[in-house]
């Protein structure tokens, strides 16, 4: 197969992801993320937002729960999700890095404060005791950025513990059991750890800038601009209901995450959910690619131009 045939197989997949097949209502997956504490999206489907907006333009939404930043970036890639509502920032370098056709449409969240390395009652209380110790947490994520940043301000390396692969609910269950001495957790684990005893050991201020972000294909983007304003049409709806009624939205934060309305605003205050993308953004998500580059996550020949290369313009003038 020559490389036009190639280019043009390629184009002809990118256009059966985003054009309507005749005589069919057209159907948008909008990926439906609530957790750590994603309370725009939980806003937005409880009061019927989004659904009305892209009603508007005669759309039909699904909801897919895709929760691993990898599946999702790999469900745009193939057409099966034209938004990911919630992203992280190093899932959508990676993705792109490694050639996938994924672009940044917006922030969804700044929050440091929002992440922790925690441990169980009379477990470790300093990271520098962590040396030698199992911790557990989810790997190629802000969690694992937080773990190499706080050991490395104590002059230590991922090598020096015995860092363990878990999703949050499985980490916390470990640290609970006493199988792990510490784990990296967010959102209602955190707070069942607190619950049961546990405390945090540090959290990410002043170690990490984690940035979530709002994503799409380039295809998608510029083939659909009306579908991408739709969906901040619904994102800023909800902000303003946030701001404007936040008794609400924290009791439906609260009531989705099995948290207190004291524990949901608590967490609420860790919390920026400006969409509008700034260049304080760019500079965090090309920290968080040089990391991924120093932990061997990826190859540093395949840098991308964070700016140019991922994000949309859009993205900076959201209103």
Request: aromatic content about 6%.
């Amino acid at each position: 197969m020559n490389q036009l045939t190639k280019l043009a197989l390629a184009a002809a997949v990118a256009l059966a992801a985003i054009a309507p097949v005749a005589g069919q209502s057209e159907e948008v997956a909008v990926s439906y993320v609530t957790a750590p504490f994603n309370v725009p999206s939980i806003v937005m489907r409880k009061e019927g937002m989004l659904d009305a907006a892209f009603a508007e333009l005669g759309v039909t939404l699904t909801h897919p729960e895709i929760t691993s930043g990898a599946a999702q970036t790999q469900a745009i890639a193939a057409g099966e999700l034209q938004i990911a509502s919630v992203l992280g920032g190093t899932s959508a370098i990676l993705a792109r890095a490694n050639g996938a056709d994924v672009a940044v449409i917006g922030t969804y969240a700044r929050s440091p404060k929002a992440y922790f390395i925690m441990a169980a009652a009379g477990g470790p209380t300093d990271i520098a005791s962590l040396a030698g110790k199992k911790v557990a947490g989810p790997k190629g994520t802000v969690l694992n950025q937080l773990l190499a940043a706080a050991l490395a301000a104590e002059g230590l390396t991922l090598d020096d513990v015995e860092y363990i692969n878990m999703d949050l609910p499985t980490a916390r269950a470990a640290l609970l059991a006493g199988q792990v001495d510490a784990v990296t957790l967010a959102g209602a684990n955190a707070t069942q750890v607190e619950a049961a005893g546990g405390h945090v050991i540090v959290d990410g201020e002043g170690l990490i800038a984690p940035t979530t972000v709002i994503g799409t294909s380039k295809a998608f983007a510029q083939a659909h601009p009306d579908y991408v304003a739709a969906y901040f049409k619904a994102h800023l709806e909800a902000l303003a209901f946030l701001r404007d009624e936040p008794e609400a939205a924290i009791a439906m934060a609260a009531e989705d995450q099995g948290l207190s309305v004291e524990e949901a605003t608590k967490q609420l205050g860790w919390y920026d959910f400006d969409p509008r993308m700034t260049d304080e953004d760019v500079v965090n998500l090309e920290a968080d690619q040089e990391f991924m580059i120093e932990a061997g996550m990826l190859e540093a020949g395949s840098r991308i131009d964070i700016r140019e290369d991922l994000i949309e313009p859009s993205a900076f003038a959201i209103q």
